[in-house]
């Protein structure tokens, strides 16, 4: 598989495990704020990391680290990612899938056959301004069917939406929540300029402003919550 990026050690992606991320290049996604710029615009581009040694150093880890979180980019573009995920279970690590949920195809075979343990999936914004946020057009039932897949399956999950200012609005939020009614967890987190963003002229709303946005949403799902604002 095609690992762009490697985080041997953290506590924040992998709710509840001690854990390593590796980020995958590419994405079918062209989020102006994203904060993965060069993964997205120029995967081509970016230096990888050897399968076999990523492998290495997690079997030395084992029983220190715990779960392995794989994002991007968007990793259900990686055509091997399945026989990956098979390689990291083998040796005895939960798999936390970060994923836009825009591949339910690719994203269902994967649970049904049991290869994740944890799923997040960034909810962009309300269906009315999804393509803006997205910045692509797109099928919103693919969106739809995994967000419904999610809320009636059995694996854990999250959604979670970055808020920037000049793309969402207040009124985004509830139409959100519809969106994702009866969903577990829902995290809204704040924009952040990496220096590595697609179009860095956004800016982050006060943690006020985002508190009334998580009001919104409140009312439609089980928990919600502020992220690192």
Same mark, same amino acid.
């Given at each position: 598989?095609?690992?762009?990026?490697?985080?041997?050690?953290?506590?924040?992606?992998?709710?509840?495990?001690?854990?390593?991320?590796?980020?995958?290049?590419?994405?079918?996604?062209? =989020?102006? *704020?994203?904060?993965?710029?060069?993964?997205?615009?120029?995967?081509?581009?970016? #230096?990888?990391?050897?399968?076999?040694?990523?492998?290495?150093?997690? !079997?030395?880890?084992?029983?220190?680290?715990?779960? +392995? =979180?794989? &994002?991007?980019?968007?990793?259900?573009?990686?055509?091997?990612?399945?026989?990956?995920?098979?390689?990291?279970?083998?040796?005895?690590?939960?798999?936390?899938?970060?994923?836009?949920?825009?591949? #339910?195809?690719?994203?269902?075979? $994967?649970?049904?056959?049991?290869?994740?343990?944890?799923?997040?999936?960034?909810?962009?914004? %309300?269906?009315?301004?999804?393509?803006?946020?997205?910045?692509? %057009?797109?099928?919103?039932? !693919?969106?739809?069917? @995994? +967000?419904?897949?999610?809320?009636?399956?059995?694996? #854990?999950?999250?959604?979670? &939406? &970055?808020?920037?200012?000049? $793309?969402? @609005?207040?009124?985004? *939020? %509830?139409?959100?929540?519809?969106?994702?009614?009866?969903?577990? %967890?829902?995290?809204?987190?704040?924009?952040?300029?990496?220096?590595? +963003?697609?179009?860095? +002229?956004?800016?982050?709303?006060?943690?006020?402003? =985002?508190?009334?946005?998580?009001?919104?949403?409140?009312? *439609?799902?089980?928990?919600?919550?502020?992220?690192?604002?």
């Amino acid at each position: 598989m095609r690992i762009a990026g490697f985080q041997k050690l953290t506590l924040l992606d992998y709710p509840g495990k001690v854990a390593a991320t590796l980020f995958t290049p590419g994405c079918n996604f062209r =989020c102006p *704020f994203c904060h993965n710029a060069s993964l997205v615009l120029t995967p081509g581009e970016t #230096p990888l990391f050897e399968e076999e040694e990523v492998l290495a150093y997690l !079997k030395k880890r084992q029983g220190i680290l715990e779960g +392995v =979180c794989i &994002t991007g980019g968007e990793p259900t573009l990686q055509g091997d990612l399945a026989d990956f995920i098979r390689k990291l279970k083998s040796i005895g690590y939960a798999v936390k899938l970060d994923t836009n949920g825009s591949f #339910p195809e690719r994203l269902f075979p $994967l649970l049904d056959e049991g290869l994740l343990d944890y799923v997040a999936m960034d909810i962009k914004s %309300s269906p009315e301004n999804y393509e803006k946020v997205a910045g692509v %057009s797109l099928d919103l039932q !693919k969106l739809e069917m @995994t +967000v419904r897949r999610l809320i009636g399956g059995s694996i #854990p999950y999250e959604f979670r &939406t &970055t808020v920037v200012k000049g $793309l969402h @609005t207040k009124e985004d *939020f %509830s139409k959100l929540g519809k969106f994702i009614e009866g969903a577990e %967890s829902w995290y809204l987190q704040s924009y952040v300029d990496s220096g590595d +963003v697609i179009d860095p +002229v956004f800016s982050a709303f006060s943690k006020e402003e =985002c508190a009334e946005f998580l009001e919104e949403v409140r009312p *439609f799902v089980k928990n919600c919550a502020l992220r690192g604002i």
